[in-house]
C-alpha cells in the first residue's frame, strides 16, 4: 500500500508543477496579467482535480481502496500526462479494483492463459 501513496504523492507534486509552469508560460508572453490568466484558467482544473486526489491518497491511507480510473483518465486529458499515468499505475495496484474486473470479465484469466 506504500507504493500506491507515492505514486499518488508523485501525481500531486506533478499538478502542482503543472500549475507553475502554466504560470511561467503565461509569463513568457511578456504581461505579469497574461500569466495571472492563464494561471486563474488552468487552476480552474488543476485545483479541483489535485484535491480528489488528495482525498484519494487520504482514502488509500486510511485502507478504503476505490477505483480511482476516472481520476487518472481525466488527468491525462486536463492536467498532464504523468500526472494521470502515475494514479492509473496506482490503480492497477488495487487487489479491490482487480478482484472487480475479474467478477465483470469472467473470461479475462481464461484469455491470458490461452496466450
Not at 480528489?52 to 488527468?75: F, P, Q, W, Y
Amino acid at each position: 500500500m506504500n507504493e500506491k501513496i507515492r505514486f499518488y504523492n508523485a501525481a500531486i507534486g506533478f499538478n502542482w508543477l503543472a500549475l507553475a509552469i502554466w504560470f511561467l508560460v503565461g509569463l513568457a508572453g511578456g504581461h505579469a496579467l497574461g500569466g495571472v490568466i492563464l494561471c486563474a484558467i488552468s487552476a480552474c482544473w488543476i485545483v479541483p482535480m489535485t484535491l480528489a486526489t488528495i482525498k484519494a491518497r487520504d482514502e488509500l491511507m486510511n485502507g478504503i481502496e476505490r477505483s480511482h480510473l476516472v481520476l487518472g483518465i481525466c488527468s491525462i486529458i486536463f492536467i498532464w500526462v504523468v500526472s494521470g499515468v502515475l494514479i492509473l499505475i496506482a490503480y492497477t495496484m488495487c487487489a479491490k479494483c482487480n478482484r472487480h474486473d475479474q467478477v465483470a470479465f469472467p473470461n479475462k484469466e481464461k484469455d491470458s492463459e490461452e496466450k
